[in-house]
């Protein structure tokens, strides 16, 4: 793993801090790190309240797309949900079909779901053919089709209208379609443009069920728990709307989660209560995921749209299953992946590398383990015959769906965002299409190599924290014994209540990140499965930390006595108790 540069914040002056006496000069200064500076943007952050109006009909298209789906439900005519294979469209079909069948629509009974490994990502003219000979009359995509140009001109030419809900960036060109919703197209002035498609598809139902012409017996928050696995899964960042949408749905998931859900959760020994935005995206979806990795998406739709607790505990143990076989089968690809790119013996401002052997389905995992590694976009496909598909991968530095479109001429279809994208590209022209992409990173790259940052909120003095103290009430909290602390008594632990409001962390809202330096390292050990993770016990000069790692066994020789740390203050539960633990996201020696 490459050494990462640190970016310290600097202080801020004490006329600022003046100007929040409510709240600890720490998470003042967290939230100025984030953006949140004035009053009114605190009291919405922490309230988690969206920043501006989010009427769904300030989205451009969906006057006719309401019109539309109201009109043929009235009609009778067959409506089917053309999601797809990840986390993000499968809640997104879920979503809506749900709501579709609140409303009394005659509803293709299940969602069309492609499958990754033969028929790809987006719309695809087999598909439409079999939707237009099973008689149904509208399709309504959700997280695809905004840039299936020829698919959309032949599902017109088949007589089937056609609705796309999509949250990618749209080509210069949009689909023919009776309408589009996507707040990145032009012309679309809605204020939030970072939804992904189960937020899109959010937006789409709130319209429905405001416009239903009879009473329906559904209240839109009872679909945020899929909206919140959606957009965590989908790495948005969490901030506005989607967080205000991913608090919501987070609330619901820890009080009264769906069956399919609930059943997940048991499986992975998740606790009601205790579900995160981490939980989410780390538990969770990999989960829902593993399913159109490996095989069919369906299991996983089926997951979350099951009335039976039967069938639920069923599918949720396929799903976990599936989840274990698909870890096994990254670290095998990720390791014959990391050959292919040593074996070139030069560092490269970019890779690209194919393999008849590799799977599509676990590609970009492959690939964003690859660029946490190596600090570079990096590209990983099947190869085939005579098509070749994968993921692509990057780094701040270089916008890979924008890379992509310079070289559109070459491939058969593509599609993402800054960070992540899919992409399908005649074998023939593969070698081209890795040199273009060289070029362009190069290109990009020319002024300064890109090197991994880190950005530091502050320097803690993990000495102010009464660690056993604090410990002692998280537990009895934990089990139900005390909730009447008086936490301003206690160093340390109005601390953690604070930066427990600025929840959920993820993209955009990152988990606050400290350094503290000149720690006294007593005890380090190699764990894991693998030995991959480094356990260290740490002392502060007054108390001892237990640290934690991650895939950072490395440091286990290069470390000595002392070090300095970049890490989270988290918790952890075990054997009934709460204790604080640092997990550690860069070290070096003092």
Request: charge should be negative; proline fraction near 5%; aromatic fraction near 6%.
């Amino acid at each position: 793993m490459k050494p990462k540069n640190w970016v310290i914040a600097p202080r801020l002056p004490e006329e600022h801090f003046a100007r929040f006496p409510q709240l600890p000069p720490l998470v003042v200064q967290l939230l100025y790190n984030r953006g949140v500076r004035e009053p009114g943007q605190v009291t919405r952050f922490l309230e988690c309240q969206p920043v501006q109006d989010t009427d769904p009909f300030q989205l451009k298209g969906m006057d006719r797309a309401v019109e539309c789906i109201h009109a043929a439900i009235r009609a009778g005519d067959p409506i089917a949900i053309y999601g797809d294979y990840d986390a993000d469209g499968v809640t997104a079909a879920a979503l809506l079909m749900q709501v579709l069948g609140a409303l009394g629509a005659h509803l293709r009974p299940y969602p069309y779901i492609p499958d990754r490994l033969e028929e790809g990502y987006g719309l695809n003219r087999s598909a439409l053919d079999i939707l237009a000979q099973e008689g149904v009359r509208l399709v309504i995509t959700v997280d695809c089709g905004i840039r299936s140009l020829d698919e959309a001109e032949h599902a017109h030419a088949r007589n089937l209208e056609l609705i796309i809900t999509d949250h990618h960036a749209p080509g210069e060109t949009l689909p023919y379609a009776n309408a589009v919703i996507n707040p990145k197209q032009p012309g679309c002035t809605y204020p939030f443009k970072q939804l992904t498609g189960a937020g899109v598809a959010f937006k789409l139902a709130q319209a429905l069920l405001r416009t239903a012409e009879h009473r329906v017996a559904l209240d839109e928050t009872a679909l945020l728990d899929l909206v919140a696995l959606g957009t965590v899964a989908d790495v948005a960042p969490l901030v506005d709307e989607n967080r205000a949408l991913v608090a919501g749905g987070l609330a619901q998931l820890n009080t009264a989660p769906r069956l399919g859900i609930r059943a997940l959760m048991e499986q992975a020994g998740v606790q009601m209560g205790a579900v995160t935005a981490y939980t989410l995206s780390h538990i969770l979806a990999p989960r829902l995921n593993a399913a159109g990795r490996l095989e069919s998406a369906y299991a996983a739709y089926a997951l979350l749209v099951a009335t039976d607790a039967a069938e639920a505990s069923t599918l949720a143990s396929q799903l976990e299953e599936q989840n274990r076989e698909r870890q096994e089968r990254t670290v095998d690809m990720l390791e014959r992946a990391r050959r292919l790119i040593l074996s070139d013996q030069v560092s490269s401002h970019l890779y690209l590398i194919a393999d008849p052997a590799f799977s599509e389905g676990i590609a970009g995992l492959v690939a964003a383990r690859l660029v946490e590694e190596f600090y570079r976009p990096v590209l990983v496909a099947r190869l085939g015959n005579e098509v070749t598909r994968g993921s692509a991968r990057s780094i701040p530095e270089l916008h890979i769906t924008q890379a992509l479109d310079e070289c559109a001429a070459l491939l058969e279809r593509y599609g993402g965002h800054s960070a992540a994208a899919g992409f399908t590209v005649r074998t023939a022209n593969l070698l081209e299409l890795h040199t273009r992409l060289l070029e362009i990173a190069t290109r990009v790259f020319t002024e300064r190599p890109p090197e991994p940052t880190l950005y530091i909120d502050a320097r803690l003095n993990l000495r102010a924290i009464n660690r056993r103290a604090v410990e002692d009430v998280l537990t009895m909290r934990m089990i139900g014994r005390d909730k009447s602390v008086n936490a301003q008594a206690q160093p340390g632990l109005e601390l953690l209540e604070h930066i427990e409001r600025l929840q959920p962390f993820g993209c955009g809202n990152p988990e606050p990140l400290f350094v503290t330096e000149g720690m006294i390292v007593r005890r380090k050990q190699c764990v894991g499965g693998d030995g991959q993770h480094l356990k260290l016990i740490l002392h502060d000069g007054k108390q001892e930390w237990e640290a934690i790692a991650f895939r950072q066994a490395n440091w286990h020789e290069a470390i000595g006595e002392r070090v300095d740390i970049a890490y989270h203050l988290t918790t952890n539960d075990y054997n009934g108790r709460r204790s604080l633990q640092l997990k550690v996201e860069d070290l070096r020696p003092a």
